[in-house]
């Protein structure tokens, strides 16, 4: 069998993606709901952590888990609903603060929507990275949630974040005519994988570099810097692709979603293409994702 050098791949994927957008042939997503994405069928709330105001209001923290993550919150994109006890307004609003050595930083997050009729507020958030734990186990770079309500109390809960179990989180810079663009990504397959066809999810958000790290306007929407992530798989043992890969593309009225799928034809060690596909039609950046099943 002829072999083809990965560049050659990767020009490949990049000439697909040009034939795509030109085509003009995208498929319609339908829209999300305006909570945002639903994790999959078999998750649950999870209670993951607490705490108290200056003013005695009670915030009470949980996360939508799938029964596989043992109760931990992840890095990547993760639903919360808070309980919130002493404080009768509707005015809540979620910040995420990464504590580190000499500097701190907050990540995307979708604001809740008021009150919800289960008496929760649900909030949205994608975190680009885990806490830090030394050799003894302790964590000593970490999470705190700053729930803050009304605008004048403040509630604060810690937060450990668990490493992604298989890395597919990712904070890459590319570098364009117009100066570097930051991606925080998440790959995310909506089941296992198997020979045939398997609808993932990818989470993108960009960074607006010029904005402190500690604000949350600094994380804006990706959906206007990249119109689709072009998906391609590739078995580098046996160098041949396979059919039933799609585009994924952002879904209206989501926190950072893009839907696709990608196809196999036989178990094995597996490459993932990303093409990150701007609108005027050229590749911003390219990442590979390695899979086994």
């Not at 808070?82 to 990464?98: A, H």
């Not at 989180?169 to 117009?178: A, H, L, Q, W, Y």
């Not at 689709?228 to 890969?245: F, I, R």
């Not at 952002?250 to 990608?262: E, I």
Request: glycine share 10%; aromatic share 10%; with cysteine.
């Amino acid at each position: 069998m002829m072999r083809v050098p990965i560049a050659a791949r990767w020009l490949l994927l990049g000439a697909l993606s040009a034939a795509y957008l030109l085509s003009g042939c995208k498929k319609k997503e339908k829209d999300q709901p305006s909570g945002g994405s639903p994790n999959p069928v078999d998750s649950a709330w999870v209670a993951v952590t607490d705490g108290s105001s200056p003013q005695g209001v009670r915030v009470h923290v949980e996360a939508l888990l799938h029964p596989s993550q043992n109760g931990q919150v992840r890095e990547g994109y993760n639903r919360f609903r808070i309980k919130v006890e002493g404080y009768s307004g509707n005015d809540v609003q979620l910040l995420p603060m990464m504590y580190m050595t000499s500097t701190k930083h907050t990540c995307p997050t979708k604001q809740p929507d008021g009150i919800a009729p289960d008496g929760y507020f649900y909030a949205e958030a994608f975190f680009q990275m885990p806490s830090t734990v030394d050799a003894n186990g302790n964590v000593t770079e970490s999470w705190k949630l700053h729930v803050i309500l009304g605008g004048n109390d403040t509630a604060t809960a810690d937060l450990r974040v668990y490493p992604h179990s298989n890395g597919w989180v990712r904070v890459k810079g590319f570098n364009t005519s117009m100066g570097q663009v930051r991606l925080l990504y998440e790959f995310r397959p909506e089941g296992a994988f198997k020979v045939g066809t398997v609808p993932v999810r990818m989470y993108v958000y960009r960074r607006d570099m010029t904005i402190p790290h500690d604000r949350l306007d600094g994380f804006l929407s990706a959906s206007d810097m990249v119109q689709v992530v072009q998906l391609k798989t590739w078995m580098p043992s046996m160098d041949h692709g396979a059919e039933g890969n799609q585009p994924a593309q952002p879904v209206s009225n989501s926190f950072g979603l893009y839907k696709g799928q990608v196809g196999f034809n036989m178990t094995g060690d597996w490459d993932i293409y990303l093409a990150f596909v701007r609108p005027q039609g050229d590749t911003l950046g390219l990442d590979t994702v390695t899979v086994r099943f």
